[in-house]
């Protein structure tokens, strides 16, 4: 089949890769518009077009995906299908219908739970045990569509969204390409997603990735590995806003009140609602990551003192 992948972000390059080593036809890929990045805030190339500038593939870059210039293109290319993934704009009615096969999406969820922009932090956020990736057709609602097929991957204790979010991607690729093969040789079969399990995935902010010591201390745990690496999930310490690393539950440590600070020789750990947890690396304001026992020292944590 001719294809034109459309994405955005570094997690959607395994899969570029796959589909581009795959049997189908590269023709294309569409992407968001270079964006300002940087301390120098100059316009940057997103990592999927990167790639395909780097490999001779034709970039498009429309501002809307509605825009007419596009959409002649798009049927000038003639594609069979639209592979998606991460692409990080909605789709219109018009474009969706131009390749005979439609757009197919690899999200990062098993469907219909974790619809939206953030599956997988929201999936380690409220302490799933199992996760996993599914390919669908995309339509105007939001990862609505049925669904041609999936895969599953265990969320491990020490898990980030970011580990996670690695497997997936390169896991994923693969499923990708099994749909396209299958579309292509005319067994795919797409099931509708089910009524009940639905769950919204919404992008996380700055403000979710703010820790709340008066959680009980897995929420803590589940809050920072959820919000790493992106948000970044923070904290205060006397009035300044410091990151922080992922943590590990404490249970035979001292009982603190929520947020308080007990440095010993060899850690540091801070209360929460029920055990402590002991904290990893932190980065203070305009400093590098560095083990928290540095930074205690550092800073010269008194005993009472607080996180916030």
């Known amino acids: 089949m001719r294809v034109i ?3 955005t972000p570094a997690v959607a390059v395994p899969a570029l890769r796959a589909v581009a080593d795959s049997r189908h036809e590269l023709v294309a890929v569409l992407t968001r518009p270079d964006a300002p990045a940087g301390r120098g805030r100059g316009l940057h190339r997103s990592p999927v077009g990167a790639w395909a500038d780097e490999h ?3 970039v498009l870059t429309p501002a809307r995906p509605r825009e007419p210039e596009f959409l ?3 049927r000038e290319l003639a594609p069979d299908c ?3 993934v991460a692409y990080g704009a909605l789709v219109p009615p018009v474009a969706l219908d131009i390749p005979r096969h439609g757009w197919v999406n690899l ?3 098993l469907l219909p739970a974790w619809r939206g922009a953030a599956p997988v932090q929201h999936a380690v956020l409220h302490g799933d045990e199992l996760t996993g990736a599914s390919v669908f057709q995309l339509e105007e609602g939001l990862d609505t569509g049925p669904v041609y097929g999936t895969l599953t991957d265990e969320i491990k204790p020490a898990d980030t969204s970011g580990d996670l979010l690695e497997r997936l991607a390169h896991s994923g690729a693969g499923l990708l390409v099994a749909v396209l093969d299958a579309l292509a040789d005319g067994t795919a079969r797409a099931e509708p997603q089910p009524a009940d399990g639905v769950s919204l995935a919404p992008k996380l902010t700055v403000e979710d990735a703010r820790v709340r010591w008066s959680d009980p201390a897995f929420a803590v745990d589940r809050r920072i590995r959820a919000c790493t690496p992106a948000p ?14 992922p943590v590990t539950p404490a249970p035979d440590a ?3 009140k929520p947020g308080e ?14 055990s402590p947890v002991r904290l990893g690396e932190v980065r203070a304001a305009g400093k590098r990551p560095m083990p928290a026992t540095d930074w205690a020292r550092g800073v010269r944590v008194s005993g009472g003192e607080e996180f916030a």
């Open 107 to 109: 999200h990062f969820s």
């Open 56 to 58: 001779g593939i034709e």
């Open 5 to 7: 992948f459309a994405g």
């Open 72 to 74: 002649d293109r798009l």
């Open 261 to 274: 600070l007990l440095v010993a020789k060899n850690e540091v750990v801070a209360g929460t609602a029920t």
């Open 254 to 256: 001292p009982g603190l």
């Open 232 to 245: 970044g999930p923070w904290t205060t310490f006397r009035g300044e806003r410091i990151k922080l690393g």
């Open 82 to 84: 639209v592979p998606v």
